[in-house]
């Protein structure tokens, strides 16, 4: 079945550093992909997706490519802030019956002034 | 447009109660989503809806039911409660299939004791 597997967690970096959360997949097709943020208390909201091979998805500086060959979907940022501080998930869907979205385990970020 | 609303926020039920989680979403959605969080798990489907009177099981049905009469309601049923259904309860809706983004509200945070 598919599953989708993050870097290890927590990631603690100091403002303006740079960021990778690594993402690698197994699907049987060729998936849409994800990444959501949740921050703190809330639930989860869209950061960026990618549809098809080489796709680039980006959104508030965060940037993430669709590699097929590495069945990989890293998120990047330049300069993180403080408020990027949150927990990350990787996810993929197959767009198959009920469009399920299948998750990574999260990766929580924290970013220190 | 409030977006998708669930209550309760938190909730302690005892081994063997009941009780519905309730779901709304204004967006006029077909399809709606249960999931559960358990701590440093990624997100794990319990329960799909596709359209009004329409639903089906995800990865982690049991215990639960669902119903769909209309196509802003969603409501999650426990049926005796038990201690390894302590989450937090995620639910969602989306336009539609594969790259279709989806929609999440605040969550339920459950403890079964």
């Known amino acids: 079945g598919d599953s989708v597997t993050q870097m290890e967690g927590p990631v603690t970096l100091s403002e303006e550093a740079f960021l990778t959360i690594n993402c690698t997949y197994t699907?049987?097709?060729?998936?849409?992909l994800f990444w959501y943020v949740q921050y703190p208390g809330e639930g989860l909201q869209l950061l960026l997706k990618?549809?098809?091979?080489?796709d680039k998805g980006s959104n508030k500086g965060f940037e993430a490519t669709y590699r097929k060959e590495t069945t990989s979907f890293h998120l990047e940022k330049g300069s993180v802030q403080v408020s990027d501080s949150a927990v990350y998930f990787c996810a993929l869907s197959e767009g198959t019956s009920g469009s399920r979205l299948t998750f990574g385990e999260g990766t929580q970020l924290t970013v220190n002034p | 447009n409030a977006g998708v609303t669930q209550t309760p926020k938190f909730r302690i039920l005892k081994i063997g109660q009941s009780m519905t989680l309730q779901c709304t979403q204004d967006?006029?959605?077909?399809?709606m989503y249960w999931y559960r969080q358990d701590p440093g798990m990624g997100l794990k489907l319990i329960y799909y809806s596709v359209g009004a009177g329409i639903t089906d099981k995800g990865e982690v049905p049991n215990g639960y039911n669902v119903s769909r009469s209309t196509t802003e309601d969603f409501p999650l049923r426990l049926e005796l409660a038990a201690p390894s259904q302590t989450s937090v309860y995620f639910c969602?809706?989306?336009?539609?299939?594969?790259?279709?983004?989806?929609?999440f509200g605040p969550g339920t945070r459950l403890t079964v004791t």
């Open positions: 969602a809706s989306s336009h539609g299939t594969g790259a279709y983004e989806q929609y």
């Open positions: 990618a549809t098809k091979a080489d």
């Open positions: 699907a049987t097709g060729y998936p849409s």
């Open positions: 967006m006029n959605h077909n399809y």
